[in-house]
């Protein structure tokens, strides 16, 4: 079966800092790959999504950026971070062949 | 582009009340649709969905969702709550055929509260 990965599952970090968040899929290939953001009371925003290895596509502009080294694994950077960049950060995938995403633990994100 | 509208931001039910939530999409292709539930510090976990055949969808933990593509609408209903339904829910939507790079639009969420 698959599962998915995501860590760490709480960061406290100060402005001005970097950030990686990292998240793995098992279990299948060539999935397709999300980060979101949820922030209280707005709702699920969508940050990247990835269709292969290399492929990144932005939906919103931001401080943040996202890389997929290899085919399950898929990473959500930032140089500098913002306060506006604390949230509840989730990685999802999806199956080429199937219709529902599935969802990682979260990582709640607090910058000071 | 699509849109979905969860018309509640919270709702609370006593428990063993049924409960229904309420979602709108905005499209008029034919479309996917979801149900997902987020219980505290947790992620999304797939309640129901709808992809084509009976209106009328079942999921887990008794929840279950019809779909009526003339109103565009697609609530969730449960015939008895209990207190471990108290959680956020989350309405999503996506064109039919899904493409490789089409995106599932999710709702604004549903904060469910369910009262002694």
């Known amino acids: 079966s698959q599962t998915i990965h995501q860590w760490p599952a709480t960061l406290v970090q100060p402005v001005g800092s970097p950030l990686s968040l990292e998240c793995t899929v098992e279990g299948t290939s060539n999935p397709n790959l999300y980060w979101y953001r949820q922030a209280a009371g707005r709702g699920l925003q969508l940050l990247f999504y990835?269709?292969?290895?290399?492929?990144i596509s932005s939906e919103v502009p931001q401080n943040l950026s996202a890389s997929r080294p290899q085919d399950r694994q898929f990473i959500l950077s930032s140089k500098k971070l913002l306060l506006s960049d604390s949230g509840f950060y989730l990685c999802?995938?999806?199956?080429?062949?199937?219709?529902?995403?599935?969802f990682g633990p979260g990582t709640r994100l607090t910058v000071t | 582009a699509q849109s979905v509208t969860q018309l509640d931001s919270q709702v609370p039910v006593f428990e063993e009340a049924p409960v229904e939530l309420r979602c709108n999409y905005s499209s008029s292709v034919s479309v996917y649709l979801f149900w997902y539930v987020q219980y505290p510090n947790q992620g999304l976990q797939l309640l129901l969905k709808y992809l084509s055949g009976s209106t009328l969808v079942k999921g887990i933990n008794g929840f279950e969702a019809e779909f009526n593509k003339s109103q565009t609408s697609f609530h969730l209903r449960k015939p008895s709550v209990h207190i471990s339904d108290t959680a956020e829910y989350f309405c999503?939507?996506?064109?039919?055929?899904?493409?490789?790079?089409?995106?599932?639009?999710f709702g604004k969420g549903t904060r469910l509260h369910i009262l002694p």
């Open positions: 990835s269709v292969g290895i290399g492929q």
């Open positions: 999802a995938w999806r199956h080429r062949t199937t219709y529902e995403q599935y």
């Open positions: 999503a939507v996506s064109d039919e055929p899904m493409n490789r790079d089409d995106k599932i639009i």
